[in-house]
């Protein structure tokens, strides 16, 4: 499949119904942004000749990447003069454009999602739009959902490593001949904790005849566990 700059490009050079203003505009930023020299720089006056300035611009020196990826659209421009007139127009249009240099050209960009979008749909690039729309809602859906499995892993991590912990007292408890000076409720619940090393509080509380809260098995947990810490 073609790549989105190219299909961006496409996109815009079927553009072809404008009013004369508009069309000078186009060709003047073609010429341009084509690395033509130019004695007086043409200014676009009117808000749909800016528009089409900048398609002209981007068709002759401009590329995007492709919105699955990342969000950025480039004009390369032959001097700073060029530079300054596009971010001018950009500005105008409520973008925030900004400059680098690159092989000694500056290069006038855009950074960010939603104003990648704004400069297509302006240009005339709607289809473009609609793909880039399209993938930044999949990205904000995807990020959710890895943002949900991150969280839920280290809630798993946290539990397993609790449980560790309290295994290891428990044999600490043991192996310094505790365990069976322990309180009923507290040796039954070291038992319970080693017959089951992963359950969870409310599962290891409900093994107990007769069962005990989760809050109850947390309190006995960590008795066992201080008490391990004092051997
Ligand atoms: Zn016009």
Same mark, same amino acid.
């Given at each position: 499949?073609a790549?989105?700059a190219? @299909? !961006?490009?496409?996109?815009? &050079? %079927?553009?072809?119904?404008?009013?004369?203003?508009? @069309?000078?505009?186009?060709?003047?930023?073609?010429?341009? #942004?084509?690395?033509?020299?130019? +004695?007086?720089?043409? $200014?676009?006056?009117? +808000?749909?000749?800016?528009?089409?300035?900048?398609? %002209?611009?981007?068709?002759?020196?401009?590329? !995007?990447?492709?919105?699955?990826?990342? #969000?950025?659209?480039?004009?390369?421009?032959?001097?700073?003069?060029?530079?300054?007139? *596009?971010?001018?127009?950009?500005?105008?249009c409520?973008?925030?454009?900004?400059? /680098?240099?690159?092989?000694? /050209?500056? !290069?006038? #960009?855009?950074? $960010?999602? &939603?104003?990648? @979008? =704004?400069?297509l749909?302006? /240009?005339?690039?709607? !289809?473009?739009? /609609? =793909?880039?729309?399209?993938?930044?809602?999949?990205?904000?859906?995807?990020?959710?959902?890895?943002? @949900?499995?991150?969280?839920?892993?280290?809630?798993?991590?946290?539990?397993?490593?609790?449980?560790?912990? &309290?295994?290891?007292?428990i044999?600490?408890?043991?192996?310094?001949?505790? *365990? +069976?000076?322990?309180?009923?409720?507290?040796? =039954?619940?070291?038992?319970?904790?080693?017959?089951?090393? =992963?359950?969870?509080?409310?599962?290891?509380? &409900?093994?107990l005849?007769?069962?005990?809260?989760?809050?109850?098995?947390?309190?006995?947990?960590r008795?066992?566990c201080?008490?391990?810490?004092q051997?």
């Amino acid at each position: 499949m073609a790549s989105f700059a190219s @299909r !961006v490009k496409s996109e815009l &050079q %079927g553009v072809t119904r404008m009013p004369p203003h508009c @069309r000078r505009a186009q060709n003047a930023a073609r010429r341009i #942004y084509a690395g033509g020299q130019q +004695d007086v720089l043409f $200014e676009p006056k009117k +808000d749909c000749c800016a528009r089409a300035f900048l398609r %002209g611009a981007f068709l002759a020196a401009g590329t !995007v990447s492709d919105p699955a990826k990342s #969000y950025h659209l480039e004009i390369t421009c032959p001097g700073e003069r060029e530079a300054v007139l *596009l971010l001018t127009l950009m500005e105008r249009c409520g973008m925030e454009p900004k400059e /680098m240099v690159r092989k000694g /050209m500056p !290069v006038v #960009y855009i950074k $960010e999602g &939603q104003q990648v @979008r =704004d400069l297509l749909a302006m /240009m005339g690039a709607t !289809v473009a739009m /609609m =793909d880039l729309e399209n993938a930044r809602i999949l990205k904000g859906v995807r990020g959710n959902v890895n943002r @949900r499995v991150n969280c839920e892993t280290s809630n798993i991590n946290k539990a397993v490593a609790a449980g560790m912990k &309290q295994i290891r007292a428990i044999r600490a408890l043991e192996a310094a001949g505790e *365990l +069976d000076t322990l309180s009923d409720g507290l040796y =039954d619940i070291a038992q319970a904790r080693l017959a089951h090393p =992963d359950a969870t509080l409310e599962e290891l509380g &409900q093994t107990l005849v007769p069962p005990v809260s989760k809050s109850g098995v947390n309190h006995r947990l960590r008795k066992l566990c201080e008490m391990a810490e004092q051997l």
